[in-house]
């Protein structure tokens, strides 16, 4: 009975800290971001090796950006793009070119300041596919109905010793 209490707790801090982060990124990527912070999940290997496919981004919006770091902005059609700034044009705005790490040449579209989302402030390596993964069928029975069984039956235990301590 010790063993299956050992157990039970050890699944229960288990299914605490795997939750909490997708929950976190699901809250936050649902109303914006918390404050100037927003998470993103990288779906292409233009930035890489810096960047790769699966990583998930926090991006920081700033009053300026400056050559050499990676920003996420909209582009002509709308779609994010995460990319490193090659080139400032001063000018009556100030404007910026940009590259994927892993592209041989710049993009084409020029970007302003009003394009540009935020500049790449932290890299989870890997963890966009374990949100993936989270929202799969075989993620949502993974992290939703086994904890969700594992704290029943740990109630079921409790309840059993205290019915038990009673006797």
């Not at 993620?139 to 006797?167: C, H, S, T, Y």
């Amino acid at each position: 009975m010790k063993v299956l209490k050992i157990i039970f707790s050890g699944l229960k801090l288990l299914i605490i800290l795997s939750i909490l982060p997708l929950v976190a990124f699901a809250i936050s990527s649902h109303f914006n971001g918390l404050g100037s912070y927003r998470p993103f999940l990288v779906q292409s290997g233009s930035m890489e090796p810096a960047i790769m496919t699966g990583d998930i981004i926090v991006i920081q919006r700033k009053d300026t950006y400056a050559i050499n770091e990676a920003v996420t902005f909209r582009s002509d059609n709308d779609k994010l793009v995460t990319h490193r700034i090659v080139d400032v044009q001063l000018g009556s705005n100030k404007q910026y070119v940009t590259k994927g790490d892993a592209n041989r040449t710049e993009d084409k579209a020029i970007i302003s300041d009003s394009q540009i989302v935020g500049k790449v402030f932290l890299v989870l390596p890997k963890l966009g596919y374990f949100v993936a993964f989270a929202q799969s069928r075989r993620g949502l029975i993974f992290l939703l109905i086994i904890p969700a069984v594992v704290l029943i039956l740990d109630e079921i235990l409790k309840i059993k010793k205290n019915v038990k301590n009673r006797d």
